[in-house]
C-alpha cells in the first residue's frame, strides 16, 4: 500500500509541475519592430492598436505608425478587471544639435500636474520619468533627433495594482531603440 500511495503523490506532484510549466508557458510576450526605430515586448493577451483620423490615408500598421497604443488585457472591460494603457507616441518636435531637451521636458510639464520628475536613461539614451496624478507615468526619451512621449497607467482611476505595475515595467525594461 505505501508504495501505491508514493506512486499517487509522485504522478500529482509530476502533473502539478506540469500545469505551472504550462501556466509561465501560456505568459508569452510579442515583440514588435517599429519603423521610427523603437522595439517593445508586450503580453500576447494585450492589444496593439492604431488609431489615426479616418481621412490621414491609408490604415498604418502598429510597425509603422508614429502612434501605437497597447491595452489590456484582452477583454478587461467586459470582465470588469484591471485595464492598462501603454502608449509609445512620437512627438512632431524635431530635435537638433542645438536642442535643449531639458527646457523641451520643463515646458512639457510647466503646466501640468506633475508629482515628480527624475532625469535617466532608457536604453542609454535621455530620458525623463515623470510621475502624474492617478498613477500615470510619462517617460520623455530623446532619441537621434526625435522625441518619443512612452506613457502609461492604469484605465479605470485606480490605483495600479501588482499585477499592472509588474507589466508596465516589463515592457518599460524592453523599450530598445537602434543605435
Keep these: 500500500m505505501p508504495n501505491f500511495m508514493n506512486r499517487c503523490i509522485a504522478g500529482f506532484l509530476i502533473s502539478s509541475l506540469f500545469a505551472v510549466g504550462w501556466l509561465q508557458a501560456s505568459d508569452k510576450w510579442v515583440q514588435v519592430n517599429n519603423t ?4 517593445i515586448s508586450y503580453p500576447a493577451s494585450w492589444e496593439a492598436y492604431v488609431i489615426q ?3 490621414s490615408g491609408r490604415e498604418l500598421s502598429i510597425q509603422e505608425s508614429d502612434n501605437v497604443n497597447f491595452d489590456g ?3 478587461c472591460y467586459e470582465h470588469k478587471e484591471r485595464c492598462g494603457l ?3 507616441s512620437l512627438d512632431s518636435v524635431k ?6 531637451f531639458e ?3 520643463d515646458g512639457e510639464t510647466q503646466n501640468s500636474s506633475a508629482i515628480s520628475k527624475e532625469a535617466g536613461q532608457l536604453d542609454g539614451m535621455p530620458a525623463y520619468f515623470i510621475k502624474l496624478p492617478e498613477d500615470q507615468r ?4 530623446k532619441y537621434n533627433s526625435s ?3 512612452i506613457s502609461y497607467g492604469p484605465n479605470d482611476h485606480k490605483p495600479t495594482d501588482k499585477t499592472l505595475e509588474e507589466i508596465f515595467n516589463r515592457m518599460l525594461s524592453t523599450v530598445k531603440f537602434k543605435k
Excluded at 530635435?95 to 535643449?100: K, L, M, Q, V, Y
Design 147 to 149: 522625441i518619443f512621449r
Design 73 to 75: 488585457p484582452k477583454d
Design 53 to 55: 483620423a479616418p481621412d
Design 36 to 39: 521610427h526605430g523603437w522595439s
Design 103 to 105: 527646457k523641451y521636458v
Design 95 to 100: 530635435a537638433n544639435r542645438h536642442f535643449d
Design 138 to 141: 510619462l517617460v520623455i526619451v
Design 86 to 88: 501603454f502608449q509609445i
